[in-house]
Structure formats: C-alpha cells, structure tokens
C-alpha cells in the first residue's frame, strides 16, 4: 500500500528539511512534494475552510494543519509544558486553543473532509520524520468516503436480496 521513499530520496528530502531552519509547514509541504502529493496552501478553500487549514489536498478530499505543541496544546508532548508564571492565562488560552481545533475538525469532517493534524514535534528529528513519512500515504489516502460507498453497496445489496 505505501510507497516507502528509496533511501536516497530520503535522504534528499532530509537535507531540504534540515539544511535551512525551515517551519515545520514547510518541512511538511517538502515531504509532500517530494511524495508527488499535489496541494494548495492559498487556495480558496485554504481560507475558506473551518480553522482555515495549512494544506488541502483536493484529490484526497484531505486537509492537514501543521500545529506548533505549545499553542495547539499537545497532549504529552514535552514542548507542551505550562509557563510557571500565569499558570493560569495560559491554560485558559490554550485549552480554548484546544476547543476551537476540535470544534473546526468536527465542522471539516461532517463536510466530508479526512482531517489530518501534524505536530511540530514530529517534524524535529529524523526518525521521527521517517515514522511520519511511512504513515503519510496512510494518513492521506484512507479516503473516508469509500467506506461510505461501501456502506452504501453494502445497504443496496440487502434490499436486491429482500426483493427476491
Ligand atoms: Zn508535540
């Protein structure tokens, strides 16, 4: 099912995403690339969209929000850690973070959009930018809507049978 990179594409792709300090959007639009994945990223559905998401992959009916640990509040991630000092103002802020991405994933995925979200965090090392690369074509090409095509043929089948 994936494609896994040739080792010598990975490692072109790592020395793009580790040669400049480049953003962790950036990084991911390099691996995407590189993966022949087409995308926009100011496309009237990039601005349109609930929570406006980083990168939109129309053929995959796909979105992907690249969302740094502290803002976004990644669970269990150790850049996800509470200042000391306003305690807090920061937990406030970024569980009302944590709702608004929820609620906009909610809003995207009953529109019928397979909502991808990427850490910062697995953007800052090798291995783990390898383990994100052999889940991408997984994470993207699951194509929710098949399933419903299933169910659909599935449901369909029955009432054939009922008939006879
Ligand atoms: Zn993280």
């Not at 906009?104 to 009953?110: D, I, M, Y």
């Amino acid at each position: 099912m994936a494609d896994i990179w040739s080792e010598e594409k990975r490692s072109w792709v790592m020395s793009r995403i580790k040669g400049k300090d480049t953003k962790p959007e950036l990084a991911v639009r390099s691996l995407l690339h590189a993966h022949g994945y087409r995308f926009t990223v100011s496309g009237p559905r990039n601005q349109t969209l609930p929570g406006r998401p980083d990168i939109v992959l129309p053929k995959w009916a796909t979105v992907i929000f690249v969302n740094g640990c502290f803002w976004h509040g990644h669970e269990g991630c150790k850049d996800f850690s509470i200042p000391k000092t306003r305690t807090e103002f920061w937990l406030t802020k970024i569980r009302k973070n944590q709702q608004r991405d929820q609620s906009n994933n909610g809003k995207l995925e009953s529109l019928g959009w397979n909502v991808i979200t990427i850490w910062a965090c697995e953007l800052s090392t090798k291995d783990r930018l390898y383990s994100l690369e052999r889940r991408l074509p997984y994470l993207i090409e699951r194509k929710p809507f098949e399933y419903h095509l299933e169910d659909e043929t599935d449901q369909l089948g029955r009432v054939a049978e009922d008939f006879d």
